[in-house]
C-alpha cells in the first residue's frame, strides 16, 4: 500500500511539472506579437515581438539580410525553445525630412529662388519628394528682414516646415563708372588695357559687371572713335559711360594701303600657298620633329610683321598671304605654321582664345612632339613677349592672350587644367579651307562636368504613399528559404517580402536621389 501511494505521488508531480510547463509555453506563445511594425532606420531587436522576451527565444530566419533603411513588409519565423511561429514585420517611414535653412538674400526685382536652395542638408530615409514654398513664390513689395516657410515632404507624405530668413534689398540705383580716359592704340589691340585705371562702384553690390562696347572702332583705319563702357549691379541696374578711342595705323600699314600694294585683307591673290610653303619648308627640315618645329615657328616669326586684316577668315587665303605679303595678324600666323606643320608630317590642331579679350578673338597651336601636345604660337607683336611660344604647357602660357576653354582639347604636356569648362563651340577649320597636305586634329570635346549628387531634393510632381491594390513594385530584398523543409533548427532562411494582407499598407517605390542646380545668382 505505502508503495503504491509513493508511485502515485511520483506520477502527480510529473503531471504537475508537465502542466506547468505546457502553460508556460502557451503563455508564452501568447506573449509573441504576431504583427509589428519599426521605424526606418531601427535595429531588429527579438525584443520588439514580446512583451517580455524569453531567454530561449530567437530569430530562425536570418533577419540581417534585412535592409532596414528602406519601407518593406517581411514575413519572419520566430523559435521558441523547439516551437516556432510565422509573424510579420513592417519597415515604415513616419519621420519628416530633416534640413537647414539657408540664409538668403534677393534684390526685390530678382526672380525668387527655387526653394529646394533655400535648405541645405536635406535628409530622409525613404528620399524627399518635394520642397515648396508653403505659401507660394512669395512676392515682396519694399526691401526688409523676412521669414519665408518652406515645406520639406518625403515618398511617404511626412513633412517638416523650415523657415527661412530672407534679406530682400530695394536696389534702384546703378552703378557709377570713374576714371574714365582717352584711349591711344597703335599695332595690335591685345596690347591696350581697355580696363586701366577705370573703376566702377554700387551702393549695394561689391563687384558689379563691367563692359565696353567698341562695336563703332574701326581698327584698320587712323582716326577718333567713339567707346562706351556699361557697368551692371546684381539688382540689374545699368550705368553707360562713354570715352574716346584714337586708332593710328602703323606706317607700313598706310604706306601699303595709299600705294595699293596691299588691301588689308586675308585674300590677296589666287597663288598656290601650299606651292610656296613646300619651298619654304624645303629648308627648315632639322635632326628630329622637335627642332623642326621650332624652326617652323622661328621662320614665320621673324618672317611677318604683325597688322590688322579684315574680310571673312579663310585658311589658305591667310596662309598665301602670310607667304606674300608677310604680314597679317594672328590668323595668318596661325595658318602658315599650320601649313608648314601639315608638309612636315607633324600632328597639330588649332587652339580658339575663350573667352574673348576686349572683345577680340586669338588663335595659336597645340603641336604633338614627343608624344604630348603642347602649346605653340608664333605671333608677334606682343612688346611684353617679343619671342615665340614653344613647347609650352598650360601654366606656361597662362596669360591673358592664351586664355581658353581646356575641355574641347586633349589632355597636354604638363597636367590639363580646365581653364574653363564652358560649353563653348569646339573649334573648326575655316568651311572654304581646302585640304592640308595632312589631316589636322579635331579637338575632341571631353563631356561637360556633372553636377554633384547633394541630398537636397529637386521638386517634382510629388508621388505620395501607394496603395496596395496599385503597388505592382516589389520592394527588393535577400531571397527566402523555406523554412518548414529545414532539416534542423539551425537553418538560416533570407526573409522576401510577402504580399500585405487585407487592408495592409504596401510600401511605395524605392527613394531616388536628385541633382540640384546651383542658386541663382542673377536676376
Known amino acids: ?29 501568447n506573449n509573441l506579437k504576431k504583427d509589428v511594425t519599426i521605424e526606418v532606420g531601427t535595429p531588429i531587436s527579438i525584443d520588439a515581438f514580446f512583451e517580455n522576451a524569453p531567454l530561449n527565444a530567437d530569430f ?17 519565423r520566430i523559435r521558441i525553445g523547439k516551437k516556432s511561429e510565422d509573424v510579420v514585420l513592417r519597415i515604415e517611414d513616419r519621420t519628416p525630412p530633416s534640413g537647414e535653412a539657408v540664409p538668403t538674400t534677393v534684390y526685390m526685382n530678382w526672380k525668387m529662388p527655387d526653394p529646394q536652395d533655400c535648405i541645405a542638408n536635406l535628409f530622409d ?33 511626412n513633412s517638416a516646415v523650415i523657415t ?15 576714371g574714365l580716359h582717352e584711349l591711344e592704340l597703335e599695332g595690335n589691340p591685345d596690347q591696350l588695357d581697355f580696363y ?32 562706351i563702357y556699361r557697368a551692371k549691379d546684381k539688382a540689374g541696374n545699368i550705368a553707360t559711360a562713354e570715352t574716346t578711342m584714337k586708332i593710328k595705323v602703323a606706317s607700313e600699314t598706310a604706306k601699303n594701303k595709299t600705294s595699293g600694294g596691299d588691301p588689308g585683307t586675308y585674300y590677296v591673290g589666287d597663288g598656290d600657298p601650299y606651292a610656296i ?28 610683321s604683325f ?16 607667304f606674300t605679303k608677310h604680314s597679317g595678324d594672328c590668323y595668318v600666323y596661325y595658318s602658315c605654321c599650320k601649313m608648314l606643320l601639315d608638309i612636315a608630317g607633324i600632328e597639330n590642331m588649332r587652339v580658339d582664345r575663350y573667352p574673348k579679350l576686349n572683345g577680340k578673338i586669338h588663335f595659336w597651336l597645340l603641336v604633338k612632339l614627343n608624344g604630348e601636345w603642347y602649346h605653340c604660337d608664333a605671333t608677334e607683336g606682343y612688346s611684353d613677349h617679343p619671342g615665340i611660344w614653344f613647347m609650352c604647357t598650360d601654366a606656361q602660357i597662362n596669360d591673358r592672350y592664351h586664355k581658353f576653354n581646356g575641355a574641347l582639347y586633349p589632355p597636354r604636356a604638363g597636367g590639363s587644367k580646365e581653364f574653363l569648362a564652358s560649353p563653348t563651340p569646339s573649334p573648326t577649320e575655316d568651311p572654304m579651307a581646302s585640304p592640308s597636305v595632312t589631316p589636322s586634329v579635331s579637338p575632341s570635346v571631353s563631356p561637360a562636368v556633372s553636377p554633384t549628387v547633394t541630398t537636397t531634393a529637386q521638386p517634382s ?19 527566402t528559404t523555406n523554412t518548414e523543409s529545414s532539416p534542423t533548427p539551425t537553418s538560416t532562411p533570407v526573409p522576401e517580402p510577402t504580399k500585405a494582407a487585407e487592408n495592409t499598407p504596401v510600401p511605395t517605390p524605392e527613394p531616388t536621389k536628385v541633382t540640384t542646380s546651383d542658386p541663382e545668382t542673377t536676376p
Open 1 to 29: 500500500m505505502g508503495m503504491k501511494r509513493k508511485v502515485l505521488s511520483i506520477v502527480v508531480g510529473i503531471l504537475a511539472v508537465t502542466t506547468v510547463a505546457l502553460f508556460a509555453a502557451c503563455d508564452t506563445l
Open 60 to 76: 530562425l530566419t536570418d533577419v540581417s539580410g534585412i535592409n532596414t533603411n528602406e519601407p518593406g513588409i517581411y514575413q519572419i
Open 125 to 157: 530615409f525613404s528620399g524627399i519628394a518635394k520642397v515648396e514654398y508653403q505659401d507660394g513664390t512669395p512676392v515682396f513689395t519694399t526691401g526688409g528682414e523676412y521669414e519665408v516657410p518652406i515645406v520639406v515632404t518625403d515618398v511617404y507624405g
Open 164 to 178: 527661412v530668413p530672407f534679406t530682400v534689398i530695394n536696389d534702384t540705383t546703378p552703378p557709377v563708372i570713374s
Open 196 to 227: 586701366e585705371g577705370i573703376t566702377v562702384t554700387d551702393d549695394y553690390d561689391p563687384e558689379p559687371m563691367l563692359t565696353f562696347d567698341d562695336s563703332q572702332v574701326d581698327y584698320t583705319k587712323t582716326g577718333t572713335y567713339k567707346l
Open 277 to 304: 610653303a613646300r619651298k619654304v619648308m624645303s629648308g627648315l627640315y632639322r635632326n628630329n620633329e622637335v627642332e623642326t618645329a621650332r624652326a617652323i615657328f622661328n621662320w614665320v616669326h621673324n618672317n611677318l
Open 307 to 322: 597688322r590688322l586684316l579684315w574680310g571673312t577668315r579663310n585658311y589658305e587665303h591667310a596662309a598665301y598671304r602670310g
Open 461 to 479: 510632381e510629388g508621388p505620395s504613399p501607394t496603395t496596395q491594390e496599385t503597388s505592382e513594385t516589389p520592394t527588393p530584398t535577400p531571397e
